[in-house]
């Protein structure tokens, strides 16, 4: 092969390459466009700190929705991380080739392509009709369940990257393998396993299905995790599906806040835990 047909032909993969990324990465600025350019002009400091109006009525917010989308993902992280880090650190560190482990890890990468409106009636029926109450509770279950599998295998992945000479180490020096592993194996993978729970975070904030069978939502401020909750995605669904103007431009509001904060906690987990030094 001449070198003019190699320099030809590295020129046609190139331009491919680039055809494939532009093909990629235009219908996601578009989105992003498309929303910020419709939900720019209804958000306000009132979006934020306010009730939904009646309809009629001028301003009004989702202030509730916020706020209770922030209560269930803080529920379903406080449920999910610590469940899916120890249950990793178990298929890492104890249990790696036995039929029980690799049962576990083909359990969760089974529910890790369910669809999370199943989840979201499994816990209905559960929990909610064993309660006979809708809750941010159960909605923060729903989204535990839905984040657990991602811990797991996203902690499970970073412990594997811990040199095994390490764990020799500590073993040499007479530590328990309890202690190896909360004092050096854990913090030599914090940065991969809080990057990868931050990832988690900002996958179940924008989860609608679920919370329709457990939170339900509300138009006022909710005063206990043990009753219905507003949620935004939930709040942004009500309001596109009505008929009204007003509302589609609140919806569109909604949708911007939510698309920045999963931006937000993307960005964050990219960053946060970078290396100083290149």
């Not at 030809?8 to 910020?36: D, E, K, Q, R």
Request: overall charge positive; hydrophobic content about 55%.
């Amino acid at each position: 092969m001449t070198y003019q047909i190699r320099k030809y032909m590295n020129l046609g993969m190139l331009v491919l390459l680039i055809v494939a990324t532009l093909v990629a990465v235009v219908p996601l600025f578009g989105v992003l466009w498309y929303v910020m350019s419709n939900g720019i002009t209804a958000l306000n400091l009132s979006f934020f700190i306010h009730l939904p109006k009646p309809l009629g009525m001028p301003g009004g917010g989702m202030g509730n929705a916020i706020l209770g989308t922030l209560i269930m993902v803080g529920i379903g992280g406080l449920i999910g991380i610590p469940i899916g880090i120890l249950g990793a650190v178990y298929l890492t560190e104890y249990d790696r080739v036995s039929w029980f482990s690799t049962a576990v890890r083909f359990t969760t990468d089974v529910l890790t392509g369910i669809p999370s409106i199943i989840i979201g009636i499994v816990v209905y029926t559960s929990l909610v009709l064993k309660t006979k109450h809708f809750s941010a509770i159960a909605g923060g279950v729903a989204l535990a369940v839905i984040i657990i599998p991602q811990i797991i295998r996203a902690t499970e992945e970073m412990l594997k990257l811990v040199p095994h000479s390490i764990r020799e180490a500590a073993a040499a020096l007479g530590i328990p393998q309890w202690r190896t592993i909360m004092q050096v194996v854990i913090p030599s993978a914090a940065k991969g396993i809080v990057t990868g729970a931050m990832l988690g975070i900002a996958r179940i904030a924008g989860e609608t299905a679920p919370l329709m069978f457990t939170a339900l939502g509300n138009t006022y401020w909710a005063h206990s995790i043990n009753e219905p909750i507003a949620a935004l995605p939930l709040q942004i669904y009500q309001y596109a599906i009505s008929p009204y103007e007003s509302w589609h431009r609140q919806a569109w509001a909604g949708s911007l806040v939510l698309i920045g904060l999963v931006l937000v906690l993307s960005i964050t987990a990219r960053l946060a835990f970078r290396s100083k030094y290149k």
